[in-house]
């Protein structure tokens, strides 16, 4: 687990437009000890996909490209583990949005997952916020829209830390490895 973060609690904001139920879903993981432009460098990375399969193995099965390199307008296949009850377990997304001057990023679904529970939208959205020169935030939010009658698959929605975990601890492990690589190089 990591240490030194904070985690705010989640959030909901929801608005009803036209027979349909608009809202998003937050959270923010305060990193004190990493830069925002190393976290924003794993989370634009076009190898992000692959690499979130060996930091999460329990929770993703296998991620496919189907069409595009892992910047704007990738297609993915995600299959998560058969042990990950309630929410879906397959569904395709595609890169929306890599900005690198905000350090954000769109993740939407365009086939299966949610879209098959009444939701017309569901897309992901993580951005890196700077708080100092070694500090930021990772938010992460999940924005949707249900049809009425759907309502109940709203609760399989989350904004959850493990993602921004994974991450993050990733980070220290590879700077505690370049770390104890120069230490046995200059011995």
């Not at 086939?111 to 009444?118: D, S, T």
């Amino acid at each position: 687990m990591a240490f030194g973060n904070h985690c705010s609690s989640h959030h909901l904001r929801c608005e009803a437009h036209q027979a349909q139920l608009h809202a998003n879903v937050w959270s923010e993981l305060e990193v004190p000890d990493i830069s925002a432009e190393d976290v924003w460098a794993v989370y634009s990375s076009p190898d992000l996909p692959k690499l979130i399969v060996k930091l999460m193995p329990s929770y993703f099965k296998r991620i496919d490209y189907i069409l595009g390199d892992g910047h704007v307008g990738t297609i993915l296949n995600i299959t998560l583990q058969p042990t990950n009850s309630g929410s879906p377990l397959t569904w395709q997304e595609q890169f929306i949005e890599i900005n690198h001057s905000t350090s954000t990023k769109v993740v939407r679904t365009i086939n299966g997952g949610f879209l098959n529970m009444g939701f017309t939208l569901y897309e992901d959205i993580f951005q890196i916020n700077r708080t100092g020169s070694k500090s930021c935030v990772i938010r992460s939010t999940v924005n949707f829209i249900i049809l009425p009658g759907s309502e109940s698959g709203a609760s399989f929605v989350t904004a959850d830390w493990s993602f921004a975990y994974a991450i993050v601890d990733y980070i220290r492990a590879n700077r505690a490895n370049n770390y104890l690589a120069s230490k046995t190089d200059s011995q």
